[in-house]
């Protein structure tokens, strides 16, 4: 049974930092591309940062230079590490996976393109 479960969310002041987990488990890990996703109340579900199978990465201009994404094969997990935040940047983050060429290998940030996902952490940036 493919699973993904995120850890690591929390409160943080303004300009802090935050490591974000994504444990996946049930499939072949080396063959995904793993995708961090996030959604404020009102707002839609916004791709944030992805690595894929190979290790290319891609990043949602909002997070560039601020947010990096890592993935450690031997622990099958991804890290999303968060530095500089802001109060935008509160929202439930999600990982996502795509098992599987070609997706795997294209590193997308649609969420249209994601059929696996983790159930959330919570990330909050207030002073």
């Known amino acids: 049974q493919l699973q993904l479960v995120e850890s690591g969310g929390g409160l943080v002041q303004p300009g802090g930092s935050l490591r974000l987990s994504c444990a996946a488990s049930?499939?072949?890990?080396?063959?995904?591309?793993i995708t961090w996703f996030r959604q404020a109340p009102g707002k839609e579900r916004e791709g944030v940062s992805c690595i894929s199978s190979s290790g290319g990465t891609n990043y949602a201009d909002s997070v560039k230079g601020r947010f990096t994404i890592s993935k450690d094969n031997a622990k099958n997990t991804v890290y999303l590490q968060m530095s500089s935040l802001k109060p935008e940047d509160t929202a439930v983050y999600y990982c996502?996976?795509?098992?599987?060429?070609?997706?795997?290998?294209?590193?997308?940030?649609?969420?249209?393109?994601?059929?696996?996902w983790g159930q959330g952490t919570q990330v909050t940036v207030s002073a």
């Open positions: 049930g499939f072949t890990f080396l063959s995904s591309a």
């Open positions: 996502a996976a795509v098992v599987g060429p070609p997706l795997s290998q294209l590193c997308l940030l649609s969420a249209a393109q994601y059929r696996y």
